[in-house]
């Protein structure tokens, strides 16, 4: 069992930001990563509708011999963690959430907006979260939903996507940002377009590193880190076929391998 593959999902193409960062800290391990982009985005989706897609993914991820699974979307994992955690309580299953905490503790009295999917900001999980460092720091949250759909269709460096993230800084007023917590694991990819919206004092947080390192104590915990040396395998899925497929491969590697 030690040996068999991570699983690693999505709701498309954001949860490659999140297994770059399990190939450095975990590169022996073998990874499967779905990205059901076919069914992206799910920050504008229903609840239940993004529970039932998460747990489509769970069960073809299970049926290829995940050891663990990442849940690289924080949409996914707030509307669904929990019950999947209950489905399947022996699986180690980890999970997004908005990196609040490192930016309010480095921003005490700071301005600090939090980007993410309407689903993701509405939840009551976010609710608590915010309620934790409301009194230090003024928090914003910010729903972004269309720059997914921007990053699933491969244009990172549009012009319209640029003027679409300046138009959603310019309606929370002109007030120095701070930081900014990038709550959706598609946004690392905008990186440049939001710092240059948020201006060049703002500090990005993204919870990827954190969340990545979390899944290799878990791993540790339950005796499931491989003991093969050198480096895994990857391979990436899409529900949307082999187009994304191609696409994820240069978000991972880099244009210039592929
Ligand atoms: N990447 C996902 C997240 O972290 C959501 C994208 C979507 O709306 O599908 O929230």
Redesign the pocket.
């Known amino acids: 069992m030690h040996n068999g593959p991570v699983g690693v999902f999505?709701?498309?193409l954001?949860?490659i930001s999140v297994l770059r960062c399990l190939l450095e800290i975990m590169p022996e391990e073998n990874y499967i990563f779905f990205g059901d982009s076919a069914n992206?985005?799910?920050?504008?989706r229903s609840d239940e509708d993004v529970c039932n897609l998460s747990e489509q993914v769970f069960d073809r991820l299970l049926d290829m011999g995940a050891k663990a699974i990442l849940i690289?979307?924080?949409?996914?994992t707030s509307a669904a963690a929990k019950k999947l955690r209950l489905q399947y309580p022996r699986l180690p299953i980890v999970g997004?959430e908005p990196a609040l905490k490192p930016a309010a503790e480095n921003h005490k009295g700071g301005r600090i907006v939090v980007m993410?999917?309407p689903?993701?900001l509405r939840r009551q999980k976010f609710a608590r979260l915010m309620a934790q460092y409301a009194e230090d720091s003024d928090i914003i949250s910010l729903p972004c939903?269309d720059i997914?759909s921007y990053i699933e269709q491969g244009r990172l460096q549009d012009p319209e996507l640029e003027q679409y993230v300046r138009d959603r800084f310019a309606s929370i007023g002109g007030s120095p940002v701070d930081a900014v917590v990038l709550?959706?694991?598609?946004f690392p990819f905008a990186a440049d377009i939001i710092q240059k919206a948020a201006g060049p004092q703002a500090v990005l947080y993204d919870g990827n590193l954190g969340t990545s390192r979390e899944l290799r104590r878990r791993m540790d915990r339950c005796g499931l880190l491989t003991d093969r040396t050198g480096k895994g395998t990857v391979t990436l899925l899409n529900s949307a076929g082999e187009e994304q497929v191609r696409r994820s491969e240069r978000l991972l590697y880099g244009a210039q391998n592929h």
């Open positions: 999505d709701s498309g954001g949860g992206a985005p799910y920050g504008t690289a979307c924080n949409t996914a997004m993410a999917t689903v993701t939903p997914v709550g959706c694991t598609h």
